[in-house]
């Protein structure tokens, strides 16, 4: 089993609609590294944090499972859509998505400034400057020390 992070902003899709809606696809990434995680890394049981991000506490708030592995988003196909991608093509998808589903709320947020004054995250990507990736790998000893960090 892999442990990721995988960011969304409360306000677009957030924990709650996870909540409501049980699984869902994780799509409109568009960022090369992170359809790659996607693509070729994250597998069927896979566990995720779910991070808020660009709200006023930003941080953890819950769990995701992995409950589809990676396969194309359609939704760059749709001149319509969002998140749509003339080059990308059914016969040569450019871009891919994962299904995730819910697993647990926590009761409080563990906040980015907590996460990033924790030395034993100092290698963690998302405490780094600069990261702006909506999907981290996160190690196992990572996932158990911010577990432990949870209600």
């Not at 969304?8 to 590294?33: A, C, K």
């Not at 592995?69 to 093509?89: I, L, M, Q, V």
Request: aromatic residues 12%; contains cysteine; hydrophobic residues 35%.
């Amino acid at each position: 089993m892999s442990y990721w992070l995988m960011k969304s902003e409360p306000d677009v899709f957030g924990i709650d609609d996870l909540e409501r809606v049980r699984v869902e696809p994780w799509e409109g990434v568009r960022n090369y590294q992170a359809r790659n995680m996607m693509r070729d890394g994250m597998r069927e049981g896979d566990l995720a944090f779910f991070y808020h991000s660009n709200c006023k506490v930003p941080g953890i708030v819950g769990i995701l499972r992995i409950v589809r592995a990676g396969y194309p988003d359609d939704s760059a196909w749709d001149p319509e859509h969002t998140y749509h991608d003339p080059r990308s093509t059914p016969d040569n998808p450019r871009w891919y998505r994962v299904d995730v589903g819910f697993e647990r709320k926590f009761r409080d947020v563990i906040p980015l400034t907590d996460l990033k004054a924790a030395p034993e995250l100092c290698d963690m990507p998302l405490v780094r400057r600069g990261n702006r990736l909506s999907i981290i790998p996160v190690t196992k000893a990572q996932w158990e020390f911010i577990l432990s960090m949870a209600d």
